[in-house]
């Protein structure tokens, strides 16, 4: 297997967590966003959305999305355990990945494309502002979350790890953040990024 990425870009990020999280020896290949090589026949022909990350298969065939990449990974690698023990767990885990997706990965990423993108995008200080309120509403519901956890969710990484982490570094990178008050979310981030499995 092979996954495309680009270091910092939060989605690849995530997976690139993911895969270094359950120790799996995977190929990698980057794709430069900045120059953009996702526009490119060939990458295309990988993922006609024009979008990383990309998981190649070893039959070589190409798979997309972050999410269903990262769960046909926890299936083919189940231990670590990064998506939950039993149903509930795991329903739970899926839960809380999909709220920090939505409350903070997202809003950072269009935040950031919006003020300072690394990708030339025009400023849109409209869309900095609506995305700046949902990151507001969101991020203290999650920090109460994290409480005094040492990750997201207990003593143990999970997915959800790897997509805050994703989130906050991406953001960090280019000026954008969540606010002081969320304490356990800042504790929590200096204490994951010391791991390996963020080292890019
Ligand atoms: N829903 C996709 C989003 C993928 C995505 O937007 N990736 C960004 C990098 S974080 C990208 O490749 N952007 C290139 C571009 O917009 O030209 C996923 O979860 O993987």
Redesign the pocket.
Known sequence: MKLYY?PV???????LVFVREKGIDIDTEF?D?RK?E??SDEHLARNP?????VLQLDNGEYL????P?MEYLEELYPDPVLIGTDPLARARTREFERQV?VGILNPL?RIVHATNSP?GLPARPEIAAAENARLLSAAPGIDARIGSSPFAIGDSPSVVDCTLF?GLL?GEAFGATIPDECTNIHRWYREFRKRPSTQL
């Open positions: 680009f870009a939060p989605n690849p990020t995530r997976v794709v966003l953009g996702q526009t959305q024009g979008s990383l990350p997309t999305e972050s999410l990449i997706e990423a990708l994703a991406f």
